[in-house]
């Protein structure tokens, strides 16, 4: 039997990573390579040939690593910046009592994408295309939790899910650069759902769990409940929002907010040492500055992030921050120092930062690229019927910001 080879894009802000899934039987290999981003800002291509030269430089690295040729198509992660999702019921009707077959069940996906298209109206349809379509629960014969439909007899079948759509330009933008690069699209999958079968594994069920993506441009969450994604949302905030705040607060370069971040930061103020100081560079001269500074610029911000999650979930329905059980963490940006405890306080409920499920490539950064082909994996397994194959188709003053920050910490300690 020939190998699977999967290949998956990450167009990020400050990397573009491509990965190469090879599937033999049971066996699954990945290999990951990095090139900087050009091009590319919050999952917008700003610049098409300098994004297509930073993506060929990562696939050629990843032809010389895994010592094999690419396929010609490849999977895309797509920001939440330029989707839309909705929850949506419909049913099929026979002309008498039959039992469910594949087919149906494609049926019914197909005429709730219809529907929800028709209800959108002629502008949604002008601009968007669904790219996922995934089951909830199915109903037979008013029976409803079905999750496996196939082999029931019944007069109708009804359909709960989730719907997610990307903008039509976004598309279009990806399809233009995978042709500089030699390479056709396969399809577009949207990032957080792709890190949610990065660090998913059989032994866990997603029931009132908050699913976080935390990147450096953007941030994206999903709620689950029953294992289904039921709400979608995307807030342009990531690290490199944080690091322009370093280095517009302390007049510093974008190398040393970095060291002050990756060395220094914590995302929860009250854990850093109010005594500790640090060196500041700048160029030829370094200054001395107590640590704490640092971290509750991060606290700031990210205490923010959450708590704008917080009430948009509240917004939406109470229940999802009172029956909240866990909070998952996943992409670069939840490596951060204590970011799952700053979380654990917003929402009242525990966090955790988690690593993928891949037995390598472990980095929470990563839950993108190692997801995809998880995803692409499941809907070619036909015994889950969630996933049928037809898917795939600010500014600071120095000394007004720092007054803040000092009676900031003044409150805490």
């Avoid at 990095?34 to 430089?57: C, E, F, M, W």
């Avoid at 001395?288 to 509240?314: P, T, V, W």
């Avoid at 963490?329 to 120092?337: M, P």
């Avoid at 930062?353 to 472990?362: M, N, S």
Wanted: overall charge positive; hydrophobic content about 35%.
């Amino acid at each position: 039997m020939l190998d699977q080879k999967i290949l998956t894009i990450d167009l990020g802000t400050s990397s573009i990573r491509t990965a190469l899934s090879i599937i033999s039987g049971d066996e699954k290999k990945t290999y990951i390579t990095t090139a900087p981003s050009r091009g590319i800002k919050s999952g917008n291509i700003v610049n098409l040939q300098s994004a297509a030269d930073s993506l060929q430089s990562a696939l050629n690295k990843l032809k010389l690593e895994s010592s094999t040729t690419v396929p010609p198509e490849a999977y895309v992660l797509i920001t939440g910046a330029h989707t839309l999702s909705y929850k949506v019921e419909t049913k099929i009707t026979f002309p008498g009592w039959q039992t469910i077959s594949y087919s149906d069940v494609n049926e019914v996906k197909n005429k709730a994408k219809k529907e929800l298209l028709k209800k959108l109206g002629q502008s949604v349809r002008q601009h968007y295309s669904v790219i996922h379509i995934i089951p909830q629960e199915f109903v037979i014969e008013n029976l409803s939790g079905i999750q496996n439909p196939i082999g029931h007899n019944g007069r109708e079948l009804g359909m709960k899910a989730f719907i997610i759509l990307a903008t039509k330009s976004s598309i279009k933008n990806i399809e233009s650069l995978l042709r500089k690069v030699n390479l056709n699209l396969k399809s577009v999958v949207l990032q957080s759902l792709a890190s949610y079968y990065g660090i998913r594994d059989d032994k866990t069920y997603f029931n009132n769990n908050l699913l976080l993506y935390m990147g450096a441009g953007n941030t994206e969450y999903i709620y689950f409940r029953e294992d289904k994604p039921i709400l979608s949302q995307h807030i342009p905030f990531g690290s490199e929002d944080i690091l322009e705040a370093l280095v517009n607060t302390f007049k510093v370069s974008r190398k040393e907010a970095e060291r002050l971040f990756f060395q220094h930061g914590s995302a929860y103020v009250h854990k850093v040492n109010p005594e500790e100081i640090i060196n500041i560079n700048y160029g030829t001269t370094t200054k001395k500055l107590q640590r704490i500074y640092i971290s509750a610029i991060i606290h700031l911000q990210l205490r923010k992030l959450f708590r704008d999650i917080k009430e948009s979930l509240a917004e939406k329905d109470p229940t999802f921050v009172s029956n909240l059980n866990r909070v998952f963490l996943t992409g670069g940006l939840s490596k951060l120092q204590d970011v799952d405890y700053l979380a654990g306080k917003v929402f009242k409920a525990p966090a955790v930062t988690v690593e993928t499920k891949d037995p390598v490539h472990k980095d929470p950064s990563l839950s993108p690229v190692v997801g995809t082909a998880n995803y692409v994996l499941s809907l070619r397994n036909r015994k889950k019927l969630s996933d049928i194959k037809e898917d795939l188709t600010k500014e600071f003053e120095e000394r007004g910001f720092l007054g803040r920050i000092f009676q900031f910490i003044s409150e805490l300690i």
